[in-house]
């Protein structure tokens, strides 16, 4: 059966965020920050939403141009707020987890998954799937993802990168030839700029192109298994697996309804978050011996607490824990408040009746 493969990438991931967080700040241009803090303003920008995009602040960018390009316009400059990013992104990536066979998870934004079982190598139901997860990560996140749909994770990729932001690119075998064929080389994933310039120089622009030349002549400037590469590139084959990255540790984050440092108020956030991570071992068939929980306070400082126990798969046991640790954390920071809390196994070991890690 011919693979189907799906590539999800979230469109402006931490600008989108933000906007979601405020309120006063939704539907301006928003750029995220990370200062560097050698001076005030030294640093990059990380990514911008497509309003600053604009004005041609992007991702890479010196604060300091950013700024000079914002002047007199009514643009919001936020440092990057890595935990909360990382709390929202496993909630998608559960989600998307839940709906296919395997998913690799590529970076904070993205992954693959393969769908291939699941719809039985049905296009309809795969766009379905596709659909179905677009609209789940709008109704329970409010973001927007772009999708792109093949038979390989090269492909796919490319697809999701055509219509963004909220896009869903369909390309089936039959069609990728075409898809591909007037795009220029350096859109084709993996081909960098020092390629890309290689390519150029050899009069080789497009795809097509890149096709059309010979396999022999490839070789010879970027040797054998380069050039194999770039000929399977242009042409859009690609066999590489979908291959869940193996876990090392598994964490459920979450966000207090109001700062607070009442015990039980935080407790029964500890329980529900435990709920959702019971689900995880199950699934997984997966045990651990060291339980810790994440503390975020007002001031956006991270803190991790630890024990360490006999392997299990018991969840009472992470929520015993946790409540020891978290006593331990009041009582250590009398005057502190929490905005977030998190639970954390790790030390894992799964079981091998299960398939595979094929869940993660
Ligand atoms: P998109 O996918 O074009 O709609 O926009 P983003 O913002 O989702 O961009 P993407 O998918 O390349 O990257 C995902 C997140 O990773 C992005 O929101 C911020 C971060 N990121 C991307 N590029 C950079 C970079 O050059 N520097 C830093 N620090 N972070 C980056
Ligand atoms: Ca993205
Ligand atoms: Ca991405």
């Given at each position: 059966m011919k693979r189907i493969i799906m590539h999800v990438d979230l469109d402006s991931f931490y600008a989108s965020l933000e906007e979601n967080r405020d309120p006063a700040i939704k539907g301006k241009p928003v750029v995220i920050c990370v200062y560097s803090g050698r001076s005030e303003e030294s640093g990059a920008v990380s990514t911008s939403n497509y309003k600053a995009r604009a004005f041609?602040?992007?991702?890479?960018?010196?604060i300091v141009i950013a700024k000079r390009i914002a002047k007199g316009k009514d643009v919001v400059f936020l440092p990057v707020d890595m935990d909360y990013y990382r709390e929202i992104s496993e909630r998608i990536m559960d989600l998307m987890e839940e709906e296919s066979d395997t998913m690799e998870q590529v970076s904070i934004d993205e992954a693959y998954l393969d769908v291939t079982e699941l719809t039985d190598g049905n296009w309809d139901k795969a766009i379905e799937i596709a659909k179905s997860i677009k609209e789940k990560i709008s109704s329970q996140e409010e973001l927007t993802a772009s999708v792109g749909l093949s038979t390989n994770k090269f492909v796919a990729k490319i697809a999701s990168d055509f219509q963004k932001p909220n896009g869903l690119t369909i390309v089936k075998e039959e069609e990728i030839i075409n898809f591909l064929k007037y795009m220029s080389v350096s859109n084709l994933h993996g081909i960098g700029e020092k390629t890309t310039k290689a390519l150029n120089d050899l009069g080789i622009q497009t795809a097509k192109d890149l096709s059309e030349y010979g396999l022999k002549e490839l070789e010879e400037v970027f040797g054998k298994n380069k050039a194999r590469l770039l000929h399977n590139k242009s042409l859009g084959i690609d066999d590489s697996p979908v291959e869940p990255r193996e876990k090392k540790q598994l964490s459920r984050i979450g966000t207090l309804k109001e700062d607070t440092n009442d015990q039980n108020v935080i407790y029964e956030k500890i329980i529900e978050l435990a709920k959702d991570m019971e689900i995880r071992i199950l699934k997984n068939n997966v045990s651990f011996r060291t339980v810790s929980i994440i503390t975020i306070d007002t001031e956006l400082k991270t803190q991790t607490k630890s024990d360490t126990i006999p392997q299990t798969r018991e969840i009472q046991k992470v929520i015993n824990i946790s409540k020891v640790l978290l006593e331990k954390y009041l009582k250590e920071n009398p005057d502190k408040k929490l905005r977030r809390v998190g639970i954390r196994i790790s030390n894992l070991e799964f079981s091998k009746a299960q398939k595979t890690l094929d869940d993660f």
């Open positions: 041609g602040i992007k991702a890479g960018m010196p």
